[in-house]
């Protein structure tokens, strides 16, 4: 199907409305996301992030456009330099070793698409240059080798956030300075303090020191992406101070719009319940959530499919519970994917013609089976266009693989010699496999390690079923119906339910 490049619409944090999508540049996409602090490892509230933009760069692609991703590392702040102290080691080198874990983690989360990753420290000549800026167009001051900006310099500071200059004292990331003309001035150059190490001490005009947070961003952004460019994303937590604190200082040092489009995903809620309330308990149920141990326990693309099974702006609850929920909606489409595999004797991650790419005669554009394939495809991509609502998306996956089960269940593909039919159903499951991989799914056969023994059983048990619900439908075939009759009364009596419909036999548990 055809892309629609204009068609897409995205819900703008600073217009509070869902707006088409016209990039600055015709047919060229920026996009910048604030990425980890790397001070300690990160949990999977740190990957929501970029498996969100990972996904929404590839339907951009698809959509023909061509996208530029950056992603930010700050390897220079407060915490890493205060963690670096307390576990008495170099925070270079500390930030180093975070943002190896880090890549690795995006790795096997397949986040494949980020063109750029800054890192603060080796941006320092850039960032002293916009302070020098500011302090020129007198937005900024200096005060005891320390530099602020002046909020009062932005007539409209507080525009993304909603709040009143009068409220922005509560938030503030940076330390509060003695000599600040407004409570709400937030740093653009902190002076060296006392047992700093000298690692995290550059030379500025005035005087030793090291950035603020927000002036890093607003740096590394325009160099890569312009003074005005398209998308800025992050976390809900991040809309005030640091993307309010980003527009005022960005606007102001190049008066022009500094980001068109705000897009801010719901924050990782953790199910803390089953564990104490004590410093301890809490510390070790934390460090479970790392990435690192979570992709000890789950595969990237479970933790992938986690993610985006939830719309982007919508909070996501992590618990164990949760993820063995979407393990076993995972599980349907590999066993849809096992299924064609041993119907068909081909690899389904071999790639093969989409129904599009097929070349469908008259009699397959007639069934009705090839007209709910293409429709579930074009109800995904408009779901898609409405605001990258992935979760809705994967929603229509699940429809569509309902869709070819059945159709497989029909022609008995299992046993019938049917090649068209075959074809048809190989078609389909490209169709789905070429609509996953938008979302970065499905694109290499993973190994299904990990599954408890109750999945294992499941898988088992629809197996079975299957073949009953085969030998029972060609026993109804050949008259014989006290055999048939006994299949569905035994299976009813170990409390797994047959339901006879016009388009096959399904099976469920007994409620």
């Not at 937005?139 to 009068?166: M, W």
């Not at 159709?407 to 008995?412: S, T």
């Not at 085969?470 to 075939?477: D, G, L, T, Y």
């Amino acid at each position: 199907m055809k892309p629609e490049p204009m068609s897409i619409r995205i819900y703008n944090t600073l217009t509070q409305t869902k707006e088409a999508f016209e990039p600055v540049t015709p047919g060229q996409v920026g996009i910048y996301l604030c990425g980890p602090t790397v001070y300690k490892p990160s949990h999977i509230g740190h990957a929501v992030g970029p498996i969100i933009f990972d996904a929404v760069k590839r339907y951009l692609v698809y959509k023909g456009f061509e996208v530029t991703w950056v992603v930010n590392i700050t390897d220079v702040e407060d915490k890493l330099i205060a963690e670096a102290q307390a576990q008495e080691r170099s925070s270079l080198e500390l930030a180093e070793e975070i943002t190896a874990s880090y890549l690795e983690a995006m790795k096997e989360l397949n986040v494949t698409g980020i063109d750029i990753m800054p890192k603060a420290s080796e941006h320092i000549g850039d960032i002293i240059a916009m302070c020098e800026q500011l302090i020129a167009q007198k937005a900024a001051y200096v005060s005891n080798g320390d530099v602020y900006f002046d909020i009062t310099a932005d007539q409209d500071y507080g525009k993304l956030s909603h709040r009143k200059p009068e409220e922005q004292q509560a938030g503030m990331r940076d330390l509060a300075g003695e000599e600040k003309r407004h409570p709400g001035d937030f740093a653009l150059w902190k002076a060296v303090k006392p047992g700093e190490p000298a690692e995290v001490q550059f030379d500025s005009p005035w005087g030793k020191g090291r950035p603020g947070w927000h002036i890093e961003c607003s740096a590394m952004s325009a160099k890569y992406l312009g003074k005005t460019f398209d998308i800025h994303g992050g976390g809900m937590d991040l809309i005030f101070p640091h993307h309010e604190n980003e527009i005022a200082q960005s606007e102001t040092c190049f008066d022009q719009p500094f980001v068109k489009y705000w897009m801010h995903n719901g924050l990782t809620r953790f199910n803390t319940k089953k564990i104490s309330k004590s410093d301890t308990e809490m510390a070790k149920r934390m460090d479970e959530l790392n990435l690192s141990n979570l992709l000890a326990n789950y595969s990237g693309e479970l933790l992938r499919f986690f993610v985006l099974s939830t719309h982007y702006r919508r909070p996501i609850e992590f618990s164990d519970q949760e993820m063995a929920a979407k393990r076993k909606g995972l599980d349907s489409f590999y066993r849809l994917l096992e299924r064609i595999e041993r119907i068909t004797g081909d690899d389904p991650y071999a790639g093969g013609h989409t129904l599009e790419q097929l070349k469908l005669n008259d009699t397959d554009r007639q069934q009705d089976f090839v007209q709910q394939c293409l429709n579930h495809e074009a109800r995904f991509l408009e779901t898609m266009d409405d605001d990258f609502n992935t979760g809705g998306a994967i929603g229509v996956l699940f429809e569509l693989t309902t869709a070819i089960n059945r159709f497989m269940d029909e022609h008995r593909l299992e046993t019938a010699p049917n090649e068209r039919a075959k074809q048809l159903a190989s078609a389909a499951v490209q169709t789905l496999r070429s609509l996953a991989k938008l979302l970065g799914l499905f694109e290499n056969r993973v190994a299904r390690s990990g599954k408890t023994g109750e999945e294992a059983d499941d898988d088992m048990i629809d197996r079975l079923m299957r073949i009953l619900i085969e030998i029972r439908a060609e026993a109804r075939k050949q008259k014989q119906y006290a055999i048939a009759d006994k299949v569905r009364d035994l299976l009813a009596q170990n409390d797994l339910v047959l339901e006879d419909r016009p388009d096959g036999t399904l099976w469920r548990r007994s409620e």
